[in-house]
């Protein structure tokens, strides 16, 4: 598929989400967290675009505002061709099938006073999309499709294990039909031994059905091996956006090459350079000025603190926002293949 002549299946356009937060007297002014702070992106149809970052970065709050549970402060978010930004009633109500969210804690998504038929039937009931009977046998080709028989139908949430209540939460959602996935963390509430089985079953899905996924999550492995873009975020900001292999194999901003470094190898016996960063990401509500990851980049110039650099593009479809990007040498982009080959 051609990434720059196709249209894309989602575009964000300069999107921005401030929250205010409470005052210290009555006196004084309200304090802005800037959570979403002027974020740009698509997904091409079929693919998956994996968003990476640290805790607090503001991933969550973008997910949420894509499916309008927040609203922007301000940006456009396009879907399918259509603004959506803002839209309500019916017209949301239809679009919204086209988009399902699955969460963190499968056990915290399902109701345990529900049996999984009824969690399954309630979302298609409530958009009328058929007759009790024709909704159970939606119900149960879901099941089939995530590999469930239809006796689960019966079971409450904690008859399941975590896996299998994943993969209910997947049938949920595909019983809808969706063109868009928003997976917010979905294999770090999983057994270590039980992630790769959800990872290859969100990979099957996506091939068999041409699903569209934004795949947010911390592990690194995991983003790499299911996304085919990857862009990391920092303090409500995209810092770098590129094809998976060329984050892991070419990253030009300092904090991507921190977060790569800092994934651990499978054979300890190999060694290799390892990034640290410098102290706690500054408060989202007092950022410094000039560029946000100044204060813990080894690498800070004058103007990194006086001048916040634009996303631009580094080479290709590579963006990467850092004033220093063209000088890393290519000497920490061939220990970083390395690294990752060996995997």
């Not at 959800?198 to 569209?212: E, K």
């Not at 900001?237 to 194999?249: C, D, G, H, N, Y």
């Not at 290709?316 to 990007?325: D, I, P, S, T, V």
Request: aromatic share 6%.
């Amino acid at each position: 598929m051609d990434e720059h002549h196709s249209q894309p299946l989602l575009e964000v356009k300069d999107l921005y989400r401030y929250f205010e937060v409470g005052r210290s007297l009555p006196w004084s002014r309200f304090s802005l967290v800037k959570a979403v702070n002027g974020v740009s992106f698509s997904i091409q149809k079929g693919q998956t675009l994996g968003l990476v970052g640290e805790s607090g970065c503001g991933k969550s709050t973008l997910a949420r505002l894509v499916l309008q549970i927040l609203e922007p402060t301000s940006g456009r978010i396009i879907f399918e061709g259509q603004d959506i930004t803002g839209i309500k009633g019916k017209d949301w109500s239809h679009m919204r099938l086209r988009m399902q969210m699955i969460f963190q804690d499968p056990l915290g998504s399902l109701d345990p006073r529900m049996t999984i038929g009824q969690q399954l039937v309630e979302p298609l009931k409530a958009h009328g999309l058929g007759t009790d009977k024709r909704l159970r046998d939606q119900a149960e080709s879901a099941l089939a499709q995530v590999g469930l028989r239809s006796d689960s139908l019966e079971k409450y949430p904690h008859q399941l294990s975590g896996g299998m209540r994943q993969r209910v939460v997947a049938a949920r959602a595909l019983a809808l039909s969706p063109s868009l996935l928003i997976c917010d963390e979905p294999v770090s509430a999983l057994d270590v031994s039980i992630q790769a089985q959800a990872v290859n079953l969100l990979q099957d899905l996506q091939r068999d059905h041409g699903l569209t996924y934004l795949f947010i999550s911390h592990d690194l492995r995991v983003v790499r091996h299911i996304s085919h873009r990857v862009a990391i975020m920092y303090l409500g900001r995209l810092v770098e956006i590129a094809p998976a292999e060329t984050i892991f194999s070419a990253a030009r901003h300092p904090y991507t090459r921190a977060l790569i470094s800092a994934v651990p190898l499978p054979d300890p016996a190999n060694s290799r350079s390892r990034e640290f960063l410098q102290g706690e990401p500054p408060s989202p509500i007092d950022k410094p000025p000039g560029c946000a990851f100044h204060p813990r980049c080894r690498f800070s110039q004058p103007l990194c603190r006086r001048e916040e650099p634009e996303l631009e593009t580094i080479a290709g479809n590579h963006l990467a926002a850092c004033h220093l990007a063209e000088q890393f040498d290519s000497q920490a982009r061939e220990d970083y293949a390395r690294h990752f080959a060996s995997r």
